[in-house]
């Protein structure tokens, strides 16, 4: 089984300054690695995801992850926010096969403030 | 190509009875999977049909129920509704051979049980 751990509920952030969301996952199997972002009374959109090679992805928005096996984490991470951000963050695992589903965390709050 | 698309958008039922949560699948895609997002919390896997078959189950009470078409959209009912049932049901479709992927995600149906 899969679990995923966001070790923080909630994250305030001044506009413009950097911000780490935290993400820390347990699978007995490889597993990808995703980061979905919901804004308020929307759907899960995709920001970026975690499939293979190099450690560190990107979004077309600035955001970036970097997948970390030893510690099995998968951190996002953006060097300067801004008001548009304010959003939940989820992070989620999916093993590499079976018909195991998509298993998400509990979610990070990100509040930009101005 | 058009995304998930979920009816209704929002709905109000009584304790105890029935509902019907409709979902359209991006096309190309053959899975549709069943989230449901209590309020403060990550989605929760509730099933996934693969060419009108359920081929995996959350821990779901054997009232929610589901169903697949030719068409690959799905319906999700929920019978003897309780005030715990209370929450944002999430669609999602994806493309079973490729499990790299990810999930399209809809914006949900807010239902809530008085």
């Known amino acids: 089984a899969q679990s995923v751990t966001q070790l923080d509920s909630q994250v305030p952030v001044f506009e413009e300054a950097p911000v780490e969301l935290r993400c820390n996952y347990s699978?007995?199997?490889?597993?990808?690695l995703f980061w979905y972002v919901q804004y308020p009374n929307q759907g899960l959109q995709l920001l970026l995801k975690?499939?293979?090679?190099?450690?560190l992805v990107e979004s077309i928005n600035g955001f970036e992850a970097e997948f970390n096996k030893s510690q099995t984490s998968f951190h996002l991470r953006k060097p300067s926010v801004h008001i548009s951000d304010t959003a939940e963050y989820f992070c989620?695992?999916?093993?590499?096969?079976?018909?195991?589903?998509?298993?998400f965390g509990k979610g990070t709050r990100l509040s930009v403030i101005a | 190509e058009t995304g998930v698309t979920q009816s209704p958008t929002h709905l109000i039922k009584t304790r105890g009875q029935q509902v019907t949560l409709r979902c359209s699948s991006q096309?190309?895609?053959?899975?549709v999977s069943w989230y449901q997002q209590a309020l403060g919390q990550g989605p929760q896997f509730i099933f996934q049909?693969?060419?009108?078959?359920?081929?995996g189950r959350g821990n779901f009470p054997p009232r929610f129920s589901g169903l697949q078409f030719p068409n690959y959209s799905s319906e999700l009912n929920v019978n003897a509704l309780e005030l715990d049932d209370s929450a944002l049901y999430l669609c999602?479709?994806?493309?079973?051979?490729?499990?790299?992927?990810?999930?399209?995600f809809g914006s949900g149906t807010r239902l809530t049980v008085v």
């Open positions: 049909y693969y060419r009108e078959e359920e081929n």
């Open positions: 989620a695992v999916r093993p590499l096969s079976g018909n195991t589903p998509l298993v």
């Open positions: 096309s190309g895609h053959n899975t």
């Open positions: 975690y499939l293979s090679g190099s450690t």
């Open positions: 999602a479709s994806s493309q079973s051979r490729d499990r790299a992927y990810g999930y399209t």
């Open positions: 699978s007995s199997v490889s597993v990808y």
